[in-house]
């Protein structure tokens, strides 16, 4: 009788990744991720500033160091690109990366517009490469045992989700941030807005049917610095969602059913410390704790198994349209122009 081998994924190629830019997601958290990952190694970066590029990824051996995008993802030895460029630059490079014959792990939300992710997605299938939404939290295991436990109706029939994120951009002030510039597509519910958004979707297994929303967008900023949105899941069933770059550090994620609820204190950024998810049914409240655990290594190397072994990846291309979608609505309904 054949056995399956039990060294297939030990034998399986790693997986060759380059990186955009010298972001500061990609230096602090994504490429030591790469580094550490069990099957896949950081190649080269490309930086429009080669030297600080070169400083910026000094503590990866060996790595090349491109001064611009074009080189890296022409890169016969790259297999898989990662793109943190500001949220305007995602459909091109990442559909530029695709023409190239790269594999794509592009970072949140996954384009500007609906139709600009549209074209990526249709870059992606013209290719035949994957594309996946870099959404690391849903790789993180509390959101992975909260998903499985309102799956298995612990708490009844969700009928209510709170969830914000928001910090202080402005503490220290950082008038050039990405975040911050129109032209950029930056905003809060762009930068923070997306993951509530994306909980949400994950939580009821379909976008809204409405949106009711308002955003705040001071004198003398470009972009909405607040955004607070009524989101309708049909069926007497809503999510109160909150994004904001004037207001301290906070995130949560409250599900609510007719039978118990669900909380995650700090749902999509919990950091290398000990992670706790709180279940509340019939009286009983049960505190589930995680151990720590580096999110962003289990999402390259969920992306890197998809490029080894031909896998669809967890996170879906129609999710992140339908994101896209929600972003749109939510704009739309509060009368703020997008894009800028
Ligand atoms: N998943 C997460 O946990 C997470 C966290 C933070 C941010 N993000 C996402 O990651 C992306 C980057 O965020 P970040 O805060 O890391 O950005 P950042 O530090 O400002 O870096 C953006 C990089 O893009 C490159 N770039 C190219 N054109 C640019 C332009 N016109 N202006 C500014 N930079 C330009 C620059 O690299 P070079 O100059 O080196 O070429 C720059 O270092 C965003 O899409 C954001 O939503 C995700």
Redesign the pocket.
Known sequence: MMQADPDTIVTAERVRWGIL??????VK?VAPAIVTSSNGELVAV????PA??RDAYAFVPGVRVYSDYESLINDSEIDAIYN????S??AEWSIRALQAGKHVLC??PLAVTVEEGEQMVEAARASGKLLME?F?YRFHPQTVWTLKQIAEGRIGKVRLIYSSFSFNIMNPPRPK??RLQAA?AGGSLM?VGCYPINFCRAVYGHSPVAASARVYTPAGYEVELSANAVLDYGDGRFALIDSSFDLPARQVAQVIGEAGKITIPVPF?PGMHEATVILSVEGQTIHQHFAPVDQYRLEVEHFASCIQFGHTPKLSLPVSLENLATIEAIYRSAGYEWPR
């Open positions: 830019g010298a972001a500061n997601i990609a958290y490309a930086s429009r500033n600080r590029g943190p460029l500001p949220n630059l995602h970072e949140k870099a690391m941030d990405i950029l930068d950024t």
